[in-house]
Nanobody, 122 residues
């Protein structure tokens, strides 16, 4: 069982930055593939970024070059540094975990946080 708690969301102007954190419980955090997803009103939940236990990362095309994912296995925490934010980045951001390997499909993740709101004003 893994419990995930996100933090770091908020209101920021376009062009600004935010850093999201996701704290995980459980001894086997390092064995999980960690993903960040987001969901805007009226839209489907979409993959944003992911990282495996060895630090290999993936990004959605819409955020590549602006967002950076990282993880600290000693602290059971994964981060999402978001720079050059745009109004279209406005969404609830969720942290999720699945065993070992990458997936870009939200339904393949076993554990989810409750989400943190990110609002980017123009």
């Amino acid at each position: 069982q893994v419990q995930l708690v996100e933090s770091g969301g908020g209101l920021v102007q376009a062009g600004g930055s935010l850093r999201l954190s996701c704290a995980a419980s459980g001894r086997t955090f390092s064995s999980y593939y960690m993903g960040w997803f987001r969901q805007a009103p009226g839209k489907e939940r979409e993959f944003v970024s992911g990282i495996n236990s060895g630090g290999i990362t993936r990004y959605a095309d819409s955020v590549a070059g602006r967002f950076t994912i990282s993880r600290d296995n000693a602290k059971n925490t994964v981060y999402l540094q978001m720079n050059s934010l745009k109004p279209e980045d406005t969404a609830v951001y969720y942290c999720a975990a699945r065993p070992l390997f990458y997936s870009g499909s939200y339904y393949s993740y076993d554990y989810w946080g409750k989400g943190t709101q990110v609002t980017v004003s123009s």
